[in-house]
């Protein structure tokens, strides 16, 4: 007896199995919970849909054929073990409609090999010790609906990127794509374009006037003239009112002061964060997401690993008692003045799915300050403006007082402005999220009859600005707006689309290539139903209406498919093929063996290539424009830097000709010089078309310095 007690006290004791999608989750969650858990990662999804093939039993309710993904059934195997040797399995996957599939599909493939273990699932909003404990005291079983969500969203997608694809493999080129959300936000960003190429600027001009009182001097636009607002559509009628206003005596008219209470802002949803990260940081959208990944999972804080924001992929800014009693108490400490006597409320989005809260900071005592010294330079800056997002939203209104002076000059009046805080509410915790226009501007101490000083009259040329091209900040906006897509789409649709190369990233803006416009026009023209905005926002909701429990999936599919694949085989059977007509001949002839160059498009855009491909397979870029050198009969072609890899526009008569531009040609003539005119792009004016020759005002100020090297 003593012997066999002896034995069973020396066999170890069974540990409780966790696995999580990713290990720097594993490592810190593993800290958290001690010697009686083994921690580990199953880095996503291990069974999934083949590449290879369709894999839905489309004759069987759309049923998905998974298997095992290609290169992770060692790590399943292992997992399967580890279970084998637990006590007890905690699926702890990302609490949203891809981690429960994953949580899904564990679950299935451990109880094939060990039935005996029990399995239940875990969320957690954050990573912090209470969460952590909390869910594992609260174990729970998987939400079939979310993993039939899910399930439909898998099948919907791999049914129209299955069956478009060969259709345009064979129709315009093998190895292009479609899908069904990305396809949408390519449509968004084709239908911008088109108004971007369509919009014709229209000239006009401001007049600024320069005005000192004592030693202080500042400026004042022009805002009436003889009582009404001035029309300067060119240089000759703004100069017309200089001539008139010339030795007139300046006097303040008139002082107007106006109070502001402006409301903090929610906390982050993934939308808003994506947005603030690319306007304040110029992160891309998957960077954005990269960074609060690392953040979310932990990050070495002295002794201890800590997540140091909540889960950032939500549509919720709901937040929970336990952080509002955490900021409130820091607010308290740190500025008791501004703690409003009750929590500040917000209201959460008709679309939101509110499975999450809002994403901030897991302890509010973890200011930027403190962690300035362990986090790098990327996730210091994301941390901070989701903190000060976070503590602003619990403080009081701001106040601000703005003072309007008009300035009487003859028969003109300029107006100009100051705002000021009188009261700093939440701005006493905003840095980075401080913008310029609440920083105000200062100017002397003004009242009513005073005599100024004129310093002088500036006029200045402008181009009315067409509609803005996307940018990451902005399309993310728009998705939202029309309901297209969740928070953990955002950053892969727009991921997709520059992988593809149907659109290029161009001074932050979104810009579809030519093969891009091809796709899409060819989509709109014979699928305008599948990849309208509507359709797919209604999409959206068909499928949170299956996580709720109010659809059965496999009938929203069948109703979509059985129109979807009809239209498809007629398409397929009367579209006429692309290939031909892509494929242009030239004039130019190639230099290696003499035979005519064509015009093929490939997946950066058109280029040239020798007719005798394979034999010949000499290829180049296509001119752009005529280089505008004297003498040259050079064309303008794409050239990349070396290291960079910095695209800029050059003469094909290099070293002879070392003309250069790093704006783009157009296709288009000056008509006032006949140089070509090129697309420039700046912080004040946007994307706006100028000539490229420096002696010419065509549709830029002469005070400009184009970015060219013209030589002599």
Same mark, same amino acid.
């Given at each position: ?143 079939? +609906? ?348 727009? +991921? ?57 999936? +496999? ?21 006429? +093929? ?135």
């Amino acid at each position: 007896m003593a012997k066999k007690a002896a034995e069973t006290k020396a066999k170890p004791r069974k540990k409780n199995l966790i696995i999580v999608e990713s290990p720097a989750k594993a490592k810190t969650i593993e800290k958290y919970l001690g010697s009686g858990y083994m921690v580990k990662a199953s880095m996503g999804h291990l069974i999934d849909l083949p590449k290879s093939r369709i894999a839905i039993d489309i004759e069987h309710g759309f049923q998905p054929e998974y298997i095992t993904v290609r290169g992770r059934a060692k790590l399943l195997k292992e997992l399967q073990q580890d279970a084998k040797n637990a006590r007890h399995v905690f699926l702890a996957s990302d609490n949203d409609r891809e981690g429960e599939a994953i949580a899904y599909h564990l679950c299935h493939a451990i109880k094939e090999k060990c039935a005996d273990v029990p399995i239940n699932r875990i969320v957690f909003n954050e990573i912090t010790p209470q969460a952590i404990k909390n869910a594992v005291q609260n174990p729970m079983d998987i939400d079939e +609906s979310k993993v039939n969500a899910q399930k439909a969203r898998r099948v919907l997608d791999r049914l129209v990127g299955y069956n478009l694809s060969p259709l345009l493999w064979q129709k315009v080129k093998n190895g292009l794509s479609a899908g069904r959300v990305q396809s949408v936000a390519l449509r968004l960003i084709c239908e911008r374009e088109a108004e971007v190429e369509n919009f014709i600027p229209e000239e006009f001009w401001t007049l600024e006037g320069s005005f000192k009182k004592g030693k202080t001097a500042f400026n004042a636009q022009l805002s009436l003239y003889k009582g009404d607002k001035p029309v300067l559509k060119n240089e000759r009628d703004v100069q017309t009112i200089i001539d008139l206003l010339q030795g007139q005596s300046a006097i303040i008219s008139d002082i107007k002061s106006t109070e502001k209470s402006i409301h903090p802002k929610p906390p982050f949803t993934t939308s808003t964060m994506q947005q603030a990260a690319a306007n304040r940081l110029g992160f891309t959208s998957r960077k954005t997401m990269q960074v609060a990944q690392q953040l979310y999972e932990g990050i070495a804080v002295g002794s201890s690993r800590v997540g140091l924001i909540t889960y950032m992929r939500t549509d919720s800014v709901r937040i929970s008692d336990v952080a509002l009693e955490d900021v409130r108490k820091w607010i308290g400490e740190q500025h008791p003045g501004f703690l409003p006597a009750q929590p500040n409320i917000y209201t959460v989005g008709a679309k939101a799915q509110d499975a999450h809260e809002g994403i901030r900071p897991t302890y509010c005592t973890y200011t930027p300050e403190y962690l300035k010294d362990y986090l790098n330079r990327d996730q210091l800056r994301l941390y901070t403006l989701i903190w000060e997002r976070f503590t602003a939203s619990q403080m009081t209104n701001a106040k601000t007082e703005t003072i309007s002076f008009e300035i009487t000059v003859g028969d003109a009046v300029f107006k100009t402005a100051t705002t000021k805080v009188t009261e700093k509410g939440f701005y006493a915790v905003l840095n980075l999220l401080l913008s310029k226009e609440e920083k105000g501007k200062v100017l002397p101490v003004l009242k009513t009859g005073d005599e100024l000083t004129v310093g002088g009259l500036a006029p200045e040329q402008h181009f009315t600005q067409g509609p803005a091209r996307y940018t990451d900040a902005s399309i993310v906006k728009m998705l939202e707006q029309k309901g297209i897509g969740r928070p953990s789409t955002y950053a892969p649709i727009i +991921s997709v689309l520059l992988d593809r190369y149907y659109v290029n990233r161009s001074n932050k803006q979104l810009v579809p290539t030519q093969l891009g416009r091809i796709i899409n026009d060819i989509l709109v023209e014979n699928f305008n139903d599948i990849i309208d905005v509507n359709f797919t926002a209604g999409m959206e909701q068909k499928l949170d209406e299956i996580e709720d429990h109010n659809a059965d999936w +496999s009938q929203i599919i069948g109703a979509f498919y059985s129109p979807f694949i009809t239209q498809v085989d007629s398409v397929m059977t009367h579209l006429g +093929s692309f290939k031909g007509r892509l494929d242009e001949p030239t004039d130019f002839t190639c230099e290696k063996c003499g035979k005519k160059m064509m015009k093929k498009l490939g997946r950066f855009g058109f280029f040239l290539a020798c007719e005798g491909f394979p034999e010949c397979r000499n290829t180049k870029s296509i001119p752009l424009a005529k280089c505008p050198r004297p003498g040259c009969n050079g064309q303008i072609v794409s050239r990349r830097a070396k290291g960079r890899g910095k695209e800029f526009f050059g003469c094909t008569n290099f070293p002879q000709c070392d003309f250069l531009t790093h704006f783009k040609p157009i296709n288009a003539t000056c008509p006032q010089c006949g140089w070509f005119l090129v697309e420039r792009y700046d912080k004040k004016n946007g994307s706006y078309k100028a000539c490229i020759n420096p002696d010419c005002s065509y549709l830029h100020s002469t005070a400009e310095e184009p970015e060219t090297q013209i030589g002599e």
